[in-house]
């Protein structure tokens, strides 16, 4: 039995809520390093499910990885959900340069021709990130506005700093304030990690280290709460890798699997990083996780996140316990393998 089923009863009751008004999709905004590890991808699947669901709406895709098909592969990953219109924009900050093991898929051809549709041919083409942000921000209600962080913090300090324009008469800072309701990250480790020899270790997380000044940047500035998904928390909920031999079967092609299985094939059970990190920006009152108490978040010149509880603290992390862990899990499976509108489950090969 595929792990994708009684989704359209889940589709159906949410609809329903929405039509009675009492509830709106969250306005989120995805920043992504796509093309580092595969849970960006399968990030990026969640959030589709859900705006299929009516849970969210995606309003845009920012990327901080600086290689030209990285844009590309994001719009692959659109076009496949049916929402191939969504804007994309991209960073120029030389900060992870090389293709990646799977974004090299929206080059990929059969017989000449696209294995999966899409527009966008090169993160040449498209516009800068931080102009898709403030244009993006501009046009939703105040306070309204979620943003999902799972890559390096480079676009949104540069955000901060940038000046009014032709979307708003705000500075970055005053337009973030205005617009955003929560910033949800993947970044950083708030409990010490156990090395292959058992001993713990405080560990200083990738998506910090690869651009540490934008990360001090972010701490130090950023107006309105950080939910922050640290290290442990993937760690510890990994990706089951039968799901992905199984549940993405209903077409020939499917850009999640392929991307995983080209990143580190099966049987390897990922962990969920950048899921836990959109899931709780769109369902926060889920009790998947548990948070902190309030406090504030620092950044080290060597890239260690380090927390301090504080009353009114602008800072919480997740925090998994064991018995959240599989119902965690499931959510995170569901959402990534459902098929997208137009495709039923059980009609693959």
């Known amino acids: 039995m595929k792990l994708f089923t009684l989704i359209a009863g889940c589709i159906l009751a949410t609809t329903a809520v929405a ?8 306005p989120l905004i995805f920043d992504t390093d796509i093309g580092n590890d595969c849970d960006d991808v399968l990030a990026m699947g969640v959030i589709h499910s859900l705006q299929t669901r009516g849970e969210c709406e995606l309003l845009a895709v920012t990327i901080t990885k600086d290689h030209e098909l990285a844009a590309p592969f994001t719009d692959v990953v659109n076009t496949f959900y049916g929402r191939g219109d969504i804007p994309i924009g991209v960073c120029r900050s030389g900060v992870t340069p090389e293709p990646g093991k799977f974004n090299v898929l929206a080059a990929k ?5 696209d294995r999966y549709a899409h527009d966008l041919r090169s993160g040449k083409d498209a516009p800068d990130a931080v102009a898709v942000l403030r244009e993006t921000l501009a046009g939703q209600e105040d306070g309204s506005v979620v943003i999902a962080q799972v890559g390096f913090s480079t676009n949104l ?8 324009d032709k979307h708003s008469d705000l500075n970055g800072m005053q337009l973030v304030k205005k617009k955003v309701k929560l910033l949800s990250v993947m970044a950083g480790a708030f409990r010490q990690i156990a090395n292959e020899k058992g001993q713990l270790y405080d560990h200083k997380e990738y998506n910090i280290v690869k651009d540490i000044p934008a990360a001090k940047a972010l701490v130090q500035d950023w107006p309105t709460p950080i939910i922050w998904s640290g290290f442990e928390i993937g760690k ?4 089951p890798h039968e799901s992905i031999l199984q549940d993405y079967r209903y077409v020939p092609h499917h850009p999640l699997p392929e991307a995983y299985t080209l990143y580190i094939p099966p049987p390897h059970d990922r962990p969920t990083w950048d899921l836990t990190s959109v899931l709780q920006a769109v369902r926060p009152d889920h009790g998947y996780f548990d948070l902190s108490a309030a406090g504030r978040v620092q950044v080290a010149d060597d890239g260690l996140t380090t927390f301090e509880e504080s009353t009114g603290g602008r800072d919480r992390y997740l ?11 499931e959510a995170l499976v569901q959402l990534s393998s459902q098929p997208p509108a137009g495709h039923a489950a059980g009609s693959g090969n």
């Open 19 to 26: 039509a009675e008004g009492e509830f709106r999709p969250v």
């Open 109 to 113: 051809q059969d017989d000449g021709k």
């Open 157 to 164: 300090a540069n955000l901060l700093l940038s000046t009014a």
């Open 236 to 239: 510890n909920l990994t990706y």
């Open 319 to 329: 925090i998994l316990k064991d018995e959240q862990k599989g119902r965690a899990r």
